[in-house]
Nanobody, 120 residues
Framework: VQLKESGGGLVQAGGSLRLSCTASGESFRIEHMGWFRQAPGKAREFVADFRRDRASTYYADSVKGRFTISRDGDRFAWFLQMNNVKPEDTGVYFC??????????????WGQGTQVTVSS
């Protein structure tokens, strides 16, 4: 499975941005679709997750009410809609996926990342 992000860029504080992730390869086993981010000098942190079988979502407290993760219909592609962004949302955003089976919240696949920069 290969993951590819797109949609990063520069946005002003209070603005919006939408990230996209597309999976290719044997993506039919994907059960969890997620997003992480890494700010400069900090560890990678969880942002959001979408569970395919229940269509349920999970969010980090820092983004609840501002970010929304969703799946693109029945495709193995998903989005992260980022609203009311803040300078502390700056970082490299990675899409990630976990296949059906034990092990979650450890993820099996990672994209290369896309840069998001929020100016104040």
């Amino acid at each position: 499975v290969q993951l590819k992000e797109s949609g990063g860029g520069l946005v002003q504080a209070g603005g919006s941005l939408r990230l996209s992730c597309t999976a290719s390869g044997e993506s039919f086993r994907i059960e969890h679709m997620g997003w992480f981010r890494q700010a400069p000098g900090k560890a990678r942190e969880f942002v959001a997750d979408f569970r395919r079988d229940r269509a349920s979502t999970y969010y980090a407290d820092s983004v609840k009410g501002r970010f929304t993760i969703s799946r693109d219909g029945d495709r193995f592609a998903w989005f992260l809609q980022m609203n009311n962004v803040k300078p502390e949302d700056t970082g490299v955003y990675f899409c990630t996926a976990h296949e059906d089976g034990p092990g979650w919240p450890n993820y099996d696949y990672w994209g290369q990342g896309t840069q998001v920069t929020v100016s104040s």
